[in-house]
Nanobody, 124 residues
Framework: QVQLVESGGGLVQAGGSLRLACAASGRTTGSYTMGWFSQAPGKEREFVAAISWSGCSTYYSDSVKGRFTISRDNAKNTVYLQMNSLKPEDTAVYYC?????????????????WGQGTQVTVSS
């Protein structure tokens, strides 16, 4: 089992920045692909970004490409999501997820472990 705990969410004005962190514990050995997803009220959970175990490969949704950066520090078992140029439409609960595979996937159902989520609110 892998436990994931997100932090760093909050309220920010449009154009501002936030840095989310996801700390993993438990059975953290292994080649986990890590991802971030967002879920706005009344909407399905959507893919935001993913990063390979080595950190060499990153993937982004079109809506965040160029604004968000995913990174990981395996020594600290932590994944980050740097969110810049935030927009009101980025408002959502952001979830960290781990996939027990070295292959990236943008579908939430393909991830095995999830955090509890952290709220990001962007005011206009």
């Amino acid at each position: 089992q892998v436990q994931l705990v997100e932090s760093g969410g909050g309220l920010v004005q449009a154009g501002g920045s936030l840095r989310l962190a996801c700390a993993a514990s438990g059975r953290t050995t292994g080649s986990y692909t890590m991802g971030w997803f967002s879920q706005a009220p009344g909407k399905e959970r959507e893919f935001v970004a993913a990063i390979s175990w080595s950190g060499c490969s990153t993937y982004y949704s079109d809506s965040v490409k160029g604004r968000f950066t995913i990174s990981r520090d395996n020594a600290k078992n932590t994944v980050y999501l740097q969110m810049n140029s935030l927009k009101p439409e980025d408002t959502a609960v952001y979830y960290c997820a781990a996939r027990s595979s070295s292959y990236y996937h943008a579908t939430a159902g393909k991830y095995d472990y999830w955090g509890q989520g952290t709220q990001v609110t962007v005011s206009s």
